[in-house]
C-alpha cells in the first residue's frame, strides 16, 4: 500500500510541518524558505514552503526546480549566520537561462529564507491543537526599529523569545483584514511605521484536513492512501470490531472500532473534516449518516448509485434540509469514469480536493478566469 | 517515489495482465476470476478480474471485497481441476450476511473462473503489442456442444489450442456488434445454437492508455506516480539530454532525450497517447505541441496560466482548427485547487482519467444518469 508520497520534494504541509516540528524538537540545524510574493506567474504560491537541511537536503518545493538549488544555497547561508533574508528571483527576465530553464516561470518570485528556530514552536503548536494560527514576519523594513525575520504570531497560548516582536501598530492594519479567512493566506502588505515602511508577510495557516473513512472492505485503502498523499490526516471508522486493525489500513493515521449510530463521537474537529461512508452496508451508512448529520462536517460522502441512497435517504427519521444536502455527495466522487479500486479512490479524492479548496472539480479549460484567484486583501 | 499501487487488491488492469503474464509464462498454475454479468448494482462492473495463485494469494478485485474469499476459494477449486466454472452470487437476499456484508452490494454477480492457461497468450500478446483484442467465452450453455470456457478470439496472429473453439455461427452474432467499440466492452449474451442456447462472454480488450510527459524538472513525478497508478503506462521525454537519466523519474516506464520538434517521433500509439507539456520552457512547449498536432493523440495537456498558452498560442506558425483546441487542454487540469505537487499532479491525472473514460470531471451528484451507462448492445 502507497501511502504518502516518499518523494521529498512533492511534500504536503503537513509533511512539511511534521519536518519542522523534529528539527526544532531536536534543536537540529535547519533553515525555512517560504513563498512570500509572486508578480506574474509561478508554479507555487505565495505559502509555498521548502525546510533544508545543512547538507543541503530539502522537503517541499519553492518552484517547479528552477530555484530549488539557489534557494538551497541561501539556506545554507542562512544556517551558517542565523541571519533571514529576502531573496527575489526575476524569471521575467530573458536571460533567466542561468536558472536552466530558459523562459519558464514568467514571474518574480520572493523567498523569505529564515533559520528553523523556535519562534515556529508556537504555530505547530497551535496547528497540531487543530487551531488556526496567523504568523506575522518583516521581509523588507526601512524602519531601523524593524529587521528582517521580526516575528508576531496570533492564535496560540506559548510564546516564543526567539525573534524581535512587532509593535501592534504593525501587525494591527493586517491583522483585521484576515480574521475571517476561511483558508490558508499568504500576503505581503507595505506598512508604514513611525520611522519608515515595513513589508510584512502574513500567514494564516490552518490544521491540516481530516478524512473520516467509515467502512472496513480492502476498497478503503485507494481511497486512504491517496487522501494521505494529498496531506489529509486520514481516519477510518469501522462498525465491526474485528476489522478494527490497523494493519488492514496503513495508510490511516487512526483506526478506530464504532457504532454506526455513535460516528459523530468519532469526529474531533468537525470543520475540517470531510467523511466518506463505505460500509457497504446500507443499515450502516443509514445510520452513520444520520449521526453525521448532526456535526458541523461541511462533506459527507455516500459510496453508490443514486438509486441506493434514494432508498437510504427515504428510510431515515428527518427529512434533509437545503443544508445538509448541500454537504451531502451522494453518489460520491468527481465523474472521472473507471471501475478500478484506485480509479474509484481518485473519483472521491479528487472530490475532497475540489470541495476543501471551493472548486468545482469540471476541466480548468472550461473555467472562466485566472486558475488561481488573488486573495482581495493583497 | 511512489509508482503503481502496491497493494495487490487495488491492482489495475495493466498490473493484472502483467501477473497473467508471468504465470502463462512460467507455466504457473493460477485461476482467472472474471465478472461477466451484474443484475442490479455492484462495486465492478463486468471485466474486473483477479488472478489467484493455489495458495490462495489473488491480485486484483471482483467485488468490494465481499465475495473475495468464496472467489478464491472457487478458484483453487478450479486450480485443482482445471475445470472452469460460472458462479452467480446473489447479494440481493437479506440473508446475505453470510457474506459478512449485510444489504452490501444488493445486486446479483455472475464470475466466471477458469484456469490461467495459454488460451490467454493471443491476448495478452496482442495487447502487448498495443492491439485491440477481442475474448469470447461460453459461460453457460444448455447445447452438449459447447462446454463452459469454450474459447474464441479476435485480434491476434497466434493460435492456441488450450481450448475449444467456437463455431462462427456463435462469435459473429456477437462480435459484429463490437466492431467500432473505443473502450474496453464486456457483455453477455444468449446465442442460440444448432442444439440449444449457448451464453457467451465477449470482452474487447484495450491497450493500456499511455501518458507521454514533456519535462524534466521534478514536478514531473507527481504526475507520473499518480499516473501510474492508475495504470497508465508512462514514457518521460526530456529536451535536454543531462536531464533524461531514468532514477529521475522511478514511476517511469521510459525515460528519452528528444528535440522538441521532435516528440511526435516518441509517440508509439497515437490514439492511445496522453501528452502532458511541462517543461516551463515556452519555446520548447510551442515545438513540442507544433509536433503533436501533427500526430492523432487525442489529448495535449499543457501546464500554465491562460495567458501564458495565450502567447505559445499566438506565436504558433499553424493556426488552431477547431479538432485542435478539442484535444488541447490549456491550462491542463481538473479544477481541484490548491497548489502543491501532489494536488497539481491529482488536477492533471484526474482529467487523463475522465478524457479517458471520455466523462467530464465536475461532481457526480450533478451528474444526471446512472454514474456507469450500460453498454448498449446488451
Same mark, same amino acid.
Given at each position: 500500500m502507497t501511502g504518502p508520497a516518499t518523494d521529498p520534494w512533492s511534500a504536503t504541509q503537513r509533511t512539511i510541518r511534521t519536518s519542522m516540528r523534529e528539527h526544532v524538537d531536536a534543536a537540529a540545524d535547519a533553515a525555512v524558505a517560504t513563498v512570500v510574493h509572486v508578480e506574474g506567474s509561478g508554479y507555487r504560491r505565495p505559502g509555498a514552503r521548502m525546510v533544508v537541511d545543512p547538507d543541503g537536503d530539502s522537503h517541499g518545493? #519553492? /518552484?517547479? +526546480? &528552477?530555484?530549488e538549488d539557489s534557494v538551497v544555497d541561501a539556506a545554507r547561508r542562512t544556517i551558517d549566520d542565523g541571519r533571514s533574508r529576502l531573496h527575489t528571483y526575476d524569471l %521575467? $527576465?530573458? $536571460?533567466?537561462?542561468?536558472?536552466?530553464?530558459?523562459? +519558464? &516561470?514568467?514571474g518574480v518570485v520572493d523567498v523569505l529564507v529564515e533559520p528553523l528556530? /523556535? @519562534?515556529f514552536t508556537p504555530v505547530l503548536d497551535a496547528l497540531d491543537a487543530n487551531r488556526p494560527v496567523t504568523v506575522f514576519t518583516v521581509v523588507? @523594513?526601512?524602519? *531601523?526599529?524593524?529587521? #528582517?525575520?521580526?516575528r508576531h504570531i496570533v492564535g496560540h497560548d506559548t510564546v516564543s523569545t526567539a525573534r524581535d516582536p512587532l509593535p501592534d501598530t504593525v501587525v494591527e492594519p493586517v491583522a483585521s483584514r484576515l480574521d475571517d479567512a476561511t483558508e490558508d493566506v499568504a500576503v505581503t502588505t507595505d506598512v508604514e511605521t513611525a520611522a519608515g515602511t515595513a513589508r510584512v508577510f502574513a500567514n494564516r495557516l490552518l490544521p491540516a484536513p481530516e478524512l473520516l473513512v467509515f467502512g472496513g472492505q480492502p476498497d478503503v485503502n485507494p481511497v486512504t492512501s491517496l487522501a494521505a498523499r494529498t496531506g489529509f490526516r486520514v481516519r477510518v471508522a469501522t462498525a465491526r470490531g474485528a476489522w478494527a486493525d490497523a494493519d488492514r489500513f496503513p495508510s490511516a493515521d487512526d483506526v478506530v472500532s464504532t457504532r454506526p449510530a455513535d460516528?459523530?463521537?468519532? #469526529?474531533?474537529v468537525p470543520e475540517h473534516t470531510y467523511a466518506v461512508l463505505m460500509s457497504h452496508n446500507a443499515l450502516d451508512d443509514r445510520l452513520a449518516l444520520d449521526a453525521l448529520? $448532526? /456535526?458541523?462536517? *461541511?462533506y459527507v460522502g455516500v459510496l453508490g448509485p443514486r438509486s441506493r441512497f434514494r432508498e437510504l435517504r427515504e428510510a431515515m427519521d428527518r427529512s434533509l434540509t437545503a443544508a445538509d444536502e448541500a454537504r451531502?455527495?451522494? *453518489? &460520491?466522487?468527481? $465523474?472521472?469514469?473507471?471501475?478500478e479500486p484506485t480509479a474509484i479512490g481518485f473519483s472521491i479524492v479528487s472530490e475532497l480536493l475540489a470541495v476543501h479548496n471551493d472548486r468545482? +472539480? +469540471? %476541466?480548468l479549460v472550461e473555467r472562466?478566469?485566472?486558475i488561481h484567484e488573488r486573495p482581495e486583501i493583497t
Open positions: 518545493a #519553492v /518552484t517547479a +526546480g &528552477c530555484l %521575467r $527576465d530573458d $536571460d533567466a537561462d542561468i536558472w536552466g530553464l530558459g523562459l +519558464g &516561470c514568467n528556530d /523556535t @519562534s523588507a @523594513s526601512s524602519d *531601523p526599529a524593524l529587521a #528582517v525575520g521580526d460516528l459523530d463521537a468519532v #469526529v474531533d448529520l $448532526d /456535526t458541523d462536517v *461541511p451531502i455527495a451522494a *453518489p &460520491c466522487g468527481l $465523474d472521472l469514469g473507471g471501475d468545482s +472539480g +469540471g %476541466r472562466p478566469g485566472p
